[in-house]
């Protein structure tokens, strides 16, 4: 996979992830489940395809996962700048 659409496909991504915080944010949860499902998705199809897209998918799909289970922080960001990777961060 070139750099140029591995990049564009990151960035499809993070357009997921942020759709799922913002449907977190306004309690849209059935919506929020759907946004997981489809990075678990495009997880799956990078499965074996290219590696760094597959992990950093699953990465979101962890970070957004573990955020929808503690009960402290309701911001994703706040959460997010001390329990999840950097790279997951940026996404949001």
């Known amino acids: 996979m070139t ?5 564009r496909k990151r960035q499809s991504i993070q357009s997921v992830v942020n759709v799922a915080v913002h449907l977190y944010n306004t309690g849209e949860w059935d919506a929020y489940c759907d946004s997981i499902t489809k990075l678990l998705g495009m997880a799956d199809a990078f499965n074996e ?3 760094h897209l597959f ?20 911001d994703f960001n706040t959460w997010a ?3 999840a990777p950097e790279h997951v961060r940026a996404a949001a």
Do not use: E, G
Request: hydrophobic letters at 35%; one cysteine or more; a negative charge.
């Open 81 to 83: 700048a001390t329990h």
């Open 3 to 7: 750099p140029v659409l591995r990049q």
């Open 49 to 51: 395809l290219d590696d």
């Open 55 to 74: 992990n950093y998918t699953m990465d979101c799909v962890n970070a957004l996962s573990r955020f929808t289970l503690q009960t402290t922080v309701t």
